[in-house]
């Protein structure tokens, strides 16, 4: 007897900019039950169940809705370098000494409190977020894309370490900037064939072509080991590259 087969519900989502207090709102209540959930983040704004900070205001913010549900699935925010020359530092520079900033000499865009709701992690969502800070690059004629992407320490840092083994092999590269963390990961040995899952985010700024900059930054705020890394714009992967339209 034959299994009757059901049509694969397709999401309808779309990228927009969060321009008004309710919609950053939204996105600062996304970050805040992603963060706080995964991470056990302790945040500035947890008695209203948001995370926000002083960054906030001085950053560009995009995201992805559900169009269907109308619900805010996907949310990032964006430093430009004129920005953090205001603000006197990117949001990075709090974790890292960042040696070989200013020698870059060409617009940065800096990335920062990616997430997305735990229903929503596929390549559908991420490549719509990706297609929208495509834009945002293309726009701004942005040569780099740099910012941190946080492992869990909630293990006391064993994953971290096994995932830092890995990315050091293939993905550390100090020639165009080094970052070097203001709080070093506490000192761990680990037998070199522990392995642990990359976060999805991590991942794919692999894929895309970024290197890390150095060794990580324990953030206790938000119990994390801080990776920082950087992208160069037309070192795009090939593969990944059509995420990013004509910013390439």
């Given amino acids: 007897m034959g299994t009757t087969a059901f049509p694969r519900t397709v999401r309808r989502l779309q990228a927009e900019h969060l321009f008004t207090e309710g919609s950053l709102r939204e996105a600062q209540a996304l970050r805040y039950r992603v963060f706080s959930s995964e991470y056990g983040a302790h945040l500035q704004g947890a008695d209203s169940k948001l995370d926000r900070d002083d960054f906030d205001s001085h950053c560009s913010h995009i995201g992805v809705r559900d169009l269907d549900s109308g619900e805010l699935v996907a949310t990032t925010r964006l430093l430009d370098c ?8 990117f949001y990075s520079e709090n974790e890292f000494s960042l040696r070989g900033l200013a020698e870059l000499d060409a617009p940065i865009l800096e990335i920062g409190r990616t997430c997305v ?30 910012g941190c992407a946080s492992i869990p320490m909630r293990d006391g840092g064993i994953q971290a370490q096994a995932i830092m083994q890995r ?11 080094h970052a070097s963390p203001k709080n070093p990961l506490p000192p761990l040995e680990l037998p070199e064939n522990v392995i642990a899952q990359v976060p999805a985010l991590l991942k794919a700024y692999m894929r895309l072509g970024a290197k890390i900059c150095g060794e990580p930054c324990w953030d206790p705020e938000f119990q994390t080991a801080d990776v920082f890394i950087l992208l160069k714009r037309d ?9 990013f339209k004509a910013a390439i």
């Fill in 167 to 177: 990315l050091r092999e293939r993905y550390l590269c100090t020639e165009l900037l």
């Fill in 235 to 243: 070192e795009l992967c090939p593969r990944y590259a059509k995420h």
């Fill in 82 to 89: 004129l920005a953090a020359k205001r603000l006197g530092n």
């Fill in 117 to 146: 709701h735990p229903a929503y992690r596929n390549g559908a969502t991420i490549s719509v977020l990706w297609g929208e800070l495509a834009e945002v690059l293309n726009q701004g004629g942005y040569r780099y894309l740099m």
